[in-house]
């Protein structure tokens, strides 16, 4: 099993809809997680992250974390064209203390 | 814009030579990490610095090497490179070690 897992899509969202993206980790003793946004030719854009069971909002964007489950979300609301990226979820591993990436999800905004 | 800035911007390279890559890590920032991302895929851990010594290593090769200066800023080396090591190479700067901040990458061609 990979360590952190991300369908790899694409995920493609009508403008304005709820665009939902999610990521598996392994190591079941992870604190910490991270989304970040990369557009195509740039480097990656950290967007949020989160170390509490539950929701983080911050204004378009809600991550969620359930550690029972082992799982991460990021939601985004009013989805725009701009918001068309590969979003990678990343995990701060608690076995080893190094942050692992998934290999990214491409969403597609539809206008 | 992180602050975060890396030369060169775009290299070529033939296979068994060596490379020196830098970065100029975000003001107030002492910790600079390394990854390695290839197309298609998340960023590869490839190590961290903290105040000058390494503390943290993926599974890269020892031809992987980097160093921290005392203002901060890092060089990757790498020697006797491959076809294989023609990525994005990606520094990033941390206040806490944790949540990473990127600067713009390396594109690595190696022929």
């Not at chain 2, 910790?31 to 890269?60: C, D, H, K, M």
């Not at chain 2, 901040?101 to 390396?106: A, D, I, L, Q, S």
Request: a neutral charge.
């Amino acid at each position: 099993q990979k360590e952190v897992e991300q369908n790899s899509g694409p995920l493609s969202v009508p403008e304005g809809a709820i665009a939902s993206l999610n990521c598996t980790y392994s190591d079941r003793g992870s604190q910490s997680f991270f989304w970040y946004r990369q557009y195509s030719g740039k480097s990656p854009e950290l967007i949020m992250f989160i170390y509490s069971n539950g929701d983080k909002e911050d204004g378009r964007f809600t991550a969620q974390l359930n550690k029972a489950s082992q799982y991460v979300s990021l939601l985004i609301r009013d989805s725009q064209p701009s918001d068309s990226a590969t979003y990678l979820c990343a995990g701060l591993m608690n076995r080893d203390d190094k942050i692992i990436f998934g290999k990214g999800t491409r969403l597609h905004i539809l206008p | 814009e992180t602050g975060v800035t890396q030369s060169p911007t775009h290299l070529i390279k033939t296979r068994g030579q060596q490379v020196t890559l830098r970065c100029s890590s975000q003001s107030g920032h002492n910790t600079v990490s390394w990854y390695q991302q290839a197309l298609g895929q998340g960023p590869q851990f490839i190590f961290q610095y903290y105040r000058e010594e390494e503390n943290g290593r993926g599974n890269f090769p020892p031809r992987f090497s980097g160093l921290q200066f005392p203002n901060y800023s890092s060089e990757l080396n790498v020697n006797a490179l491959e076809l294989d090591d023609s990525a994005l190479y990606l520094c990033a700067s941390s206040p806490t070690g944790v949540e990473q901040y990127f600067g713009p990458g390396t594109r690595l061609t190696v022929t």
